[in-house]
């Protein structure tokens, strides 16, 4: 009888030889291009994982395959990481459709050029249109950074004072983007406007930088929680309040003046409102130390 020859598949970079292995190095483009090739339905069948290959085999919906794959593989996630994947995926889709394009029409360089301007210019014309979906904003934010880097690098003081007006959490997502954020702060007055202009230090500043039209605070709350923004208040008496867990990365906005954070990582990090404020530090997880009854603490899951 002949032996199965095993193989592995790679992951966000990493070999993956199990179950949990996937789970821990769940990256969407590389799942998906696994799915489409039928390398992941090969593997699963090496492996032995019987009931997810025909789970996996069972899906029909195009639209949905993803969403049915990180169901079929338990992976720990929300509804706003799916639908950052879900405009992502479409991103891929469009760009792939257009090379292809360009490759049968044998376009001349001078129209593949403009193409690639305008199809910066389109991104930037549905940021408008979603100025308050966080995943869209994000995931847009991937392609910029993957596809249209020297552009923003060219354009970025007409982007940002045009999305500070137009699309402020925009400006958020920017920061989030390790690639994008250094292009950003590059720029002195860039760097200046944005610690006065996005120190978010109250629930009322952040409300009226954000969606200054919403009357009702039940309607702020709820897209608080849609954005992923964190206004958390509260004195936690000399000892370290976790907020995060490392596997959540966060953008910190602000933190009030005697308080103290870390990363859920480093327990011996701590870090002063001073280094903090201005810096829009990523951190993986927040832990917090604070005697302010008054101020806030404010940041955004990533």
């Known amino acids: 009888m002949a032996k199965t020859i095993k193989f592995n598949l790679i992951l966000d970079g990493q070999q993956v030889r199990s179950i949990k292995d996937l789970q821990e190095n769940f990256c969407v483009e590389d799942i998906m291009r696994l799915y489409q090739d039928g390398l992941l339905q090969k593997w699963l069948k090496v492996r032995g994982y019987d009931e997810e290959l025909q789970q996996v085999e069972a899906i029909k919906s195009k639209n949905s395959v993803i969403v049915e794959l990180i169901k079929i593989f338990k992976i720990e996630t929300n509804e706003s990481v799916i639908e950052e994947s879900l405009y992502s995926l479409e991103y891929r889709a469009k760009r792939e459709a257009e090379l292809q394009k360009w490759t049968k029409t044998g376009s001349k360089i001078e129209r593949a050029i403009d193409g690639y301007h305008k199809g910066y210019e389109t991104l930037k014309s549905k940021l408008i249109e979603h100025k308050h979906d966080m995943a869209f904003l994000k995931a847009t934010t991937k392609e910029i950074s993957e596809n249209y880097s020297r552009l923003f690098q060219l354009d970025n003081t007409r982007f940002y004072h045009q999305f500070t007006r137009d699309a402020p959490l925009m400006i958020y997502a920017i920061l989030m983007n390790s690639t994008l954020r250094d292009l950003l702060l590059q720029n002195e007055d860039i760097?200046?406007?944005?610690?006065?202009?996005?120190?978010?230090?109250?629930?009322?500043?952040?409300?009226?930088?954000?969606?200054?039209?919403?009357?009702?605070?039940?309607?702020?709350?709820?897209?608080?929680?849609?954005?992923?923004?964190?206004?958390?208040?509260?004195?936690?008496?000399?000892?370290?309040?976790?907020?995060?867990?490392?596997?959540?990365?966060?953008?910190?906005?602000?933190?009030?003046?005697?308080?103290?954070?870390?990363?859920?990582?480093?327990?011996?990090?701590?870090?002063?409102?001073?280094?903090?404020?201005?810096?829009?530090?990523?951190l993986d997880g927040l832990v917090y130390k604070s005697s302010d009854k008054v101020n806030p603490i404010v940041y955004l899951e990533i």
């Open 191 to 282: 760097r200046k406007s944005l610690v006065k202009t996005f120190k978010i230090t109250n629930r009322d500043e952040a409300k009226r930088l954000i969606c200054p039209k919403l009357d009702k605070d039940k309607a702020f709350d709820d897209m608080m929680q849609r954005i992923g923004l964190h206004i958390f208040t509260g004195e936690t008496k000399s000892y370290w309040k976790d907020l995060q867990t490392e596997k959540t990365k966060v953008l910190i906005i602000s933190v009030p003046g005697t308080s103290i954070i870390r990363s859920a990582k480093d327990k011996l990090e701590e870090i002063t409102s001073t280094k903090a404020n201005g810096k829009f530090l990523i």
